[in-house]
């Protein structure tokens, strides 16, 4: 069984900068990749970056030179650093799990960026 729990979402000026946890616990082998997707109402979940055990990093365009992922393998955590904020960044946003094909889900933490 395995579960993450993300936190560090919240209200935010636009220009303001952020930054997301997520620890994973339960069976989790290496390697495998850890990510952050988000989700607007009315609209597909959408990557938004992801890193290997290796540390292999991808970005969606939109966040590219704003986010940085990182990740701590010891302790099965990753992290979205993400600066320079804005509106349209407002979302519902994942932290998942990739192990051997499966993929595992958190509960999602909101990201509200004001205008």
């Known amino acids: 069984q395995v579960q993450l729990v993300e936190s560090g ?3 935010v000026q636009a220009g ?11 069976s989790i082998s290496k ?3 850890m ?3 988000r989700q607007v109402p009315g609209k597909s979940r959408e990557v938004v970056a992801s890193m290997t055990t290796g540390g292999i990093t991808n970005y969606d ?5 704003r986010f940085t992922i990182s ?3 010891a302790k099965n955590m990753v992290f979205l650093q993400m600066n320079s904020l804005k ?9 998942d799990l990739m192990i051997l094909g499966a993929q ?4 999602g933490t909101q990201v509200t960026v004001s205008s």
Do not use: I, M
Not at 61 to 65: L, M, W, Y
């Open 9 to 11: 979402g919240g209200l």
């Open 16 to 26: 303001g900068s952020l930054t997301l946890s997520c620890v994973a616990s339960g």
């Open 31 to 33: 390697p495998n990749v």
């Open 35 to 37: 990510g952050w997707y």
């Open 61 to 65: 365009d939109s966040v590219k030179g």
């Open 71 to 73: 990740r701590d393998n």
């Open 87 to 95: 509106h349209e960044d407002t979302a519902v946003y994942y932290c």
């Open 104 to 107: 595992y889900w958190g509960q």
